[in-house]
């Protein structure tokens, strides 16, 4: 593991020829920690001031800063700023808050997009009582069964919704279910491709227009849920 400001856990205080301090990044993340003897002559785990005393290694600990995160980020920040907390033999890891750019921005809401289009579609879809699961696996099921009916009209099957309650897929109701759903879902990806070509569409460098889109993320949703009336059993 190569050890670096944002993953070291332990580091060690030297001194240059001019007596001036700096850290050096210790590899601790193979072992258990450091021991010493008591007044009873009983190994325990010796504590961080005591590391630090007797090793000059202090443990990192974080100070990491509340942000807007929409339009700044945080990187950490050089250790000659990190702080020295002698009296509980701790070193203090800081970070600087920077602005987002406007590339950062617009990639963040671009990444956003599709994972909330996702959740939308695979949430459920509730119709007429009876809630059925959307995600990708229930969609190819229903589609087989679907196919199944359409082979034989007479054909009935048994299909257990996600509230435990179970409904008899006739030809007329899995007409129903598969058009009420299949619009569902295609107006998630319709509502995702509006988004995206809105974020698209502003101007290179406005962050103050580009910002206003994660608000958008949440916007123009289809309800998943219809009131037709599909129950025969329970």
């Known amino acids: 593991m190569v050890l670096d400001a944002n993953t070291v856990r332990y580091v060690k205080k030297k001194y240059d020829e001019g007596n001036n301090a700096y850290f050096s990044f210790v590899h601790m993340e193979m072992v258990p920690g450091f021991y010493t003897v008591d007044d009873q002559n009983i190994q325990r785990p010796a504590t961080d ?98 196919n199944l009916i359409k082979l034989d009209n007479d054909k009935i099957i048994n299909w257990k919704c996600l509230d435990d309650k179970f409904i008899m897929l006739n030809n007329s109701i899995i007409d129903i279910i598969v058009n009420l759903i299949g619009n569902y879902i295609e107006e998630c990806f319709t509502n995702e491709m509006r988004i995206y070509q809105l974020i698209q569409n502003v101007e290179e460098g406005s962050i103050n227009t580009l910002i206003p889109m994660y608000d958008e993320l949440e916007n123009g949703w289809p309800i998943p849920s219809s009131e037709t009336n599909i129950g025969n059993s329970e």
């Open 49 to 146: 001031q005591e590391v630090a005393r007797d090793l000059n290694i202090y443990r990192v600990i974080e100070d990491y800063p509340d942000f807007d995160d929409k339009l700044k980020k945080v990187v950490v920040s050089p250790t000659p700023e990190w702080n020295i907390d002698e009296d509980n033999g701790v070193i203090i890891k800081t970070y600087t808050i920077i602005d987002k750019s406007f590339s950062e921005i617009k990639l963040d809401l671009l990444s956003k997009l599709p994972v909330i289009r996702y959740e939308k579609e695979t949430m459920g879809y509730e119709i007429g009582g009876y809630k059925f699961s959307t995600d990708r696996q229930s969609q190819a099921l229903l589609n087989s069964a679907y």
